[in-house]
């Protein structure tokens, strides 16, 4: 083609498509959210008037009955509650821990991991040895093993630009590590955080306990004591360390999921699920995890209905309860869907934190992929260029089984393990128009699937 040409076509094609219906509207979405959104007073509110927000815990209800009245107050349809019943952990008093080496005692942060048990009141005290993985340990045999507190301290892989890569290879020591060390006669695990940085920040999250093994406590050392502790090991092998904690599991407690809808005006039946989870850990606020992702999908709702756009098919905002240690809201809104015979096309979750928006995960076939790929002109102008084959998240996972197309929130992940499960995140660390940005994205695709279907 010759320049020129080439040139007369390509401003025909930008010109073409700042007309095109979606274009425009898209182009509304993020002015109404960029110029009007409530959200970041809302996180504001969930984060610092209700703060953390364990399964089972006061503020996870205050944080039920905030939402639902929230959602209330938009004017949506219909908001209404589903009963689940979610795990009752607690922390209790505050984690002692410190290496013990010859005369030189030294405090290092440490906390608990959900669903742990405690110690002994009086703590624990034993000699450390330091593995990188399962089968490290194992070579290590019951022999070695037997009575000491195993020391987990493979750090997340620095290389991976995609951080959620690093924290997959890493977080099985933290999910089974207890058991792993148990089954070889130790008597408590230590876990370095699931972070990149170097700070003293401990960073809880689940673990699991396996049928048949002795239950041995287990808690999240912080990236600088994990490395404080591996130095003083290696010149001293037969130093020892010192914990207590005092958590507990409790029976059962009864909580809800909050869900929010606008009823599809031509095709009701087929619901767009948008989502995060309501619930945090305990030690911070649930700031980017994941109270951005709640207050993001509130907003979707919101926008659209601002705008005066009448979606064709049914939108939900869904507060998923207990992603962090059960993922009973999750399973069980899947369960009611499917007892209610309801038609779910697509769910989109925003549970990576609040950052800069990069584009979606999409989990469906090939032919549902390319559907929504297709859409990347649309979007691309708003930096989200990363739409593909990837993952939704944890609590739309259920409803993949019921035909769903999932579809994962992807912002930049460089900052997120700073703050994941750890005391740091905060309403602080979330920035405005971060939140913002992504709220829009989601909005923009929500509305592509409403418009188009998959
Ligand atoms: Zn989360």
Redesign the pocket.
Known sequence: MKKRLLLAFSLLVTGAQAQSPDSVTIRKIYNEVLTNSPSYEWLRHLTQKIGPRLSGSEGAQKAVDWTKQLMEQQGFDRVFLQEVMVPHWVRGAKEVAYIQNGNQKITVPIAALGGSVATPAKGIEAQVIEVKSFQELRDLGTGKVKGKIVFYNRPMDPTKLNTFEAYAGAVDQRGNGATEAARLGAVGTIVRSMTTALDDNPHTGGMRYATGVPLIPAAAISTNGAERLSKMLKDNPGLTFYFKQNCETLPDAKSYNVVGEIKGSEKPDEIIVVGG?LDSWDIGQGAH??GSGCMQSIEVLRALKALGIKPKRTLRAVMFMN??NGLRGGIGYADYAKKNNENHIAAVES?NGGFTPRGFGIVGTPEQRAKAIAWKPLLAPYGLHEIGAGSGGADIGPLAQLGTVLFGFKPDSQRYFDFHHAGIDRFEGVNKRELELGAASMAALVYLLDQHGL
């Open positions: 989870h995890d994941d992603e962090e549970d």
